[in-house]
């Protein structure tokens, strides 16, 4: 194998950590709440906790691996985050609950603008969107294998146990990353010299200062479509890692054996529509060029996503409904691997600050959404935030119009 796709591939297992670590807490949802007495609107904060602490320090954490390497920073976040995950296990209420999701989030916002810049380095550019759909693929297949894997966990140990195992996976990552993993391909003494070649010939990576001033590179209107596509698409895969277990259990009384696999099957397509995504997106891009081969998939994705959800919202039917809600998950991923190429795309050597911003602006989205989830169940039913989601999915189709990946933000500011 190919040492770029070596990178890759221990990329991906992070990316599946990550989801296992993030989607535990949903899947435990109904014991937490019963263990801690918590309420709906509790349980909404607690999720929307993670979330605002994921946003907040996105672009922070983006702009430190710009400056100091996806290596550095990725053994920091990873080890600040599998602490947390099992200090998740110890909480004894709701109040230490959201500390300790608040700080795990924290971590957990180093992850992908961290993981873009090991790629933006590792890949030539016409490989971003394949590496981008295994990433965000790998995300999907973590999503959809925690209630497979922690279910019974919780059943026989009790929920507490899952977030320590986890939190030690975590640590094993970091020990062969520390040892492995090189900054540049020039340091990596097992590349080939025609590989090396072939990748610094072609990643496309411009010369332009990574010391940019943050709100000098952010101040470029193509980036803010982009942001606001963006948090229509994390509003809702946000519903899927949070409040979906909740919704098929509260919402339509699924029990909890069976939610095990209905959980899942949303995931494993969303895994399908990420792979198939990136792939469909670099080839829109020789077809059409980089312009509107990077909007077609997308567009199409998050319109077919927002027309699932609204139906699944509104049918009586529990079977036909997880079935739309799989399909709504799978054309609404096919966006997350062309969103993180565009940003790599425009940010050139500045991805990490361009991922962490348009990921930012996306958990904003996923913050309302998650908190406010709550209520509106509350209020109204179920169905109807699932209704709304479905309409914010439509509108981010509909922006995609706007967004030019021939667009580089260093090239711009020179």
Known sequence: MKKRYQVLLVLSILSTVTF?????????GERISKDLGLSPVQWGWVLGMFTLAYGLFEIPTGLLGDRLGAKRLLIRVVLWWSFFTVLTGFSTGFVMLLAVRFLFGIGEAGAYPNISIALSKWLPAFERGKGQA??????????????????PIQQKYGWQMSFYILGGVGLLWVIFWIFWYKEEPSEAKDISKEELNFILENRQLSDHSPKQSVWKILNHPNLWILFLMYYCYAAGAYFFQSWMPKYLQQGRGISEENMKFMASAPFILGAVGCFLGGILSDYTVKKYGKKWGRRIVPMIGLGLSGICLITASLSQNDTLAVVLLSLGLATMDVNAPVAWAVAMDIGGKQSGTVSGAMNSAGLIGAYINTVSFGYLATTFGYYFPVLMIGGLLILGSILWLKIDATHQVSVQSE
Do not use: N, Q, Y
């Not at 296992?20 to 435990?28: E, G, K, Q, V, Y």
């Open 20 to 28: 296992l670590d993030r989607i535990a807490i949903s899947t435990a």
């Open 134 to 151: 295994l990433i965000w693929a790998a995300s999907r297949i973590g999503a959809g294998l925690t209630p497979i894997l922690v279910i």
